[in-house]
């Protein structure tokens, strides 16, 4: 079957730097998303990785390893605003979007 | 970026009553709209997808009589919640693929069905 993992939550501290992880498995594979979700809100996109490697985008990076199944969001030099969930989506063979349960991050000052 | 309209943002309907939700894509052509659930505290849940002029594509489970989505076009797909139930309440998300590399979302409609 098709499946995402990620922690359900993780807390860091103001001016740190912390990194999720996401592990999936899909039936073929077009990419990898990640967004952000603050409370109550929609879903704001983050990243889209297809190729392995590091992408990087100001604070936040993200890195794809394809033969690992494996995605990480990098967050830099946190901030209070940074508090939210994680949400970490494969797209498969029919570019359906497969998404995990999310990451609560929570920043203590 | 791309930008996609939902609307009402919240909305409060009596039992029994329908409930009408849009979702717009402002800034281009959206052949395919999907619509997620989310219950507080859990990740997004796909209701269906929704394609333009053609019937839309319901998830296992979700029950199509009841939500009802109609894709008149290629920026406006509606969601109608009939006969809604307290159950029935939650945060419901429209998006819309540009290409195949990046979804936007709508603002969300919160249902209460007292």
């Known amino acids: 079957g098709q499946n995402i993992d990620q922690p359900t939550e993780m807390t860091a501290t103001e001016g740190a730097i912390v990194q999720i992880n996401c592990t999936y498995q899909t039936s073929g594979f077009n990419g990898l998303f990640w967004y952000q979700q603050h409370a109550g809100e929609a879903p704001t996109f983050l990243s889209y990785?297809?190729l392995d490697g590091l992408e990087e985008k100001g604070r936040f990076s993200s890195f794809l390893s394809r033969s690992k199944g494996y995605s990480y969001l990098l967050l830099k030099e946190l901030q209070m605003k940074d508090s939210a969930s994680y949400l970490c989506?494969?797209?498969?063979?029919?570019?359906?979007?497969?998404w995990g349960a999310g990451t609560k991050l929570i920043i203590k000052p | 970026g791309a930008v996609v309209s939902q609307h009402p943002s919240r909305v409060i309907c009596k039992s029994g009553t329908s409930v009408k939700i849009e979702c717009r894509s402002l800034?281009?052509?959206?052949?395919?709209m999907f619509w997620y659930r989310q219950f507080p505290k859990q990740s997004l849940m796909l209701m269906a997808t929704s394609n333009e002029g053609s019937k839309a594509t319901y998830e296992q489970g979700v029950e199509k009589d009841k939500f009802l989505i109609n894709h008149a076009s290629l920026t406006l797909s509606t969601l109608t919640v009939t006969s809604a139930h307290p159950e029935d309440s939650s945060f419901y998300i429209c998006?819309?693929?540009?290409?195949?590399?990046?979804?936007?979302f709508g603002q969300g409609t919160r249902l209460t069905v007292v």
């Open positions: 800034d281009f052509q959206a052949t395919t």
């Open positions: 990785n297809v």
């Open positions: 989506a494969a797209s498969d063979s029919n570019y359906q979007l497969i």
């Open positions: 998006s819309a693929m540009v290409g195949n590399t990046e979804a936007f």
